[in-house]
C-alpha cells in the first residue's frame, strides 16, 4: 500500500490521527471535514496515497465518483440538502491543500454561504473559438 509518512490522510488512513468517519471499505475512507464549508461536507480519500488527480490510476478515480454518487444520495436524504457539489482540486494554483487526493462532498442548502461564486472573465468570440481549436483533440 502507498503511503507517505509526512501526509496528514496517510496518517488518518492509518489511524494514528483520529477522525469522523462515515464510510469506510478496502479502498476508501470517508470522512466529515474538520473545517466543513456547509453541515455534512465531507472527504473521500482513497486509501493509498496519490498526489492528485494527475496521478491517480483512473480505476481508482473511478470508484470515488461511484463512491460519491451513492454518498450524495443519502447525505442530500438524511441532511435533507437541496443541492450538492462533488468537488476535487489539483495542484496549489486550483486550491489543493493536502497533496493525497481527495474529493469533497459538499451539500449545500438554499441560503448558505455558498463556496463557488466567481466573476465570469470578459471573452470575445474569437478567443473562443481559438481555444476550441486549441482543446480539440483531432
Ligand atoms: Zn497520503
Known amino acids: ?5 509526512n501526509c496528514i490522510f496517510c496518517r488518518i488512513i492509518g489511524g494514528e490521527i483520529p477522525s469522523n468517519t462515515i464510510y469506510e471499505d478496502d479502498d476508501y475512507k470517508v470522512i466529515l471535514d474538520n473545517g466543513p464549508a456547509t ?4 472527504l473521500i480519500l482513497p486509501k493509498e496515497h496519490y498526489r492528485n488527480f494527475y496521478d491517480i ?3 481508482l478515480a473511478t470508484g470515488a465518483l461511484k463512491l ?8 442530500t436524504d438524511v441532511l435533507k440538502a437541496d443541492g450538492f457539489h ?4 489539483n495542484n496549489e494554483a486550483a486550491d489543493q491543500s493536502v497533496f493525497h487526493y481527495h ?3 459538499v451539500p449545500r442548502y438554499r441560503g448558505d454561504q455558498g463556496l463557488l461564486s466567481y466573476k465570469p472573465l470578459p471573452v470575445t468570440k474569437e478567443e473562443l473559438a481559438a481555444l476550441k481549436e486549441e482543446l480539440t483533440e483531432r
Open 103 to 105: 474529493m469533497h462532498l
Open 57 to 59: 490510476p483512473e480505476e
Open 86 to 89: 462533488i468537488l476535487q482540486n
Open 68 to 75: 460519491a454518487k451513492k454518498l450524495m444520495v443519502r447525505m
Open 1 to 5: 500500500m502507498m503511503r507517505d509518512e
Open 39 to 42: 453541515k455534512g461536507h465531507a
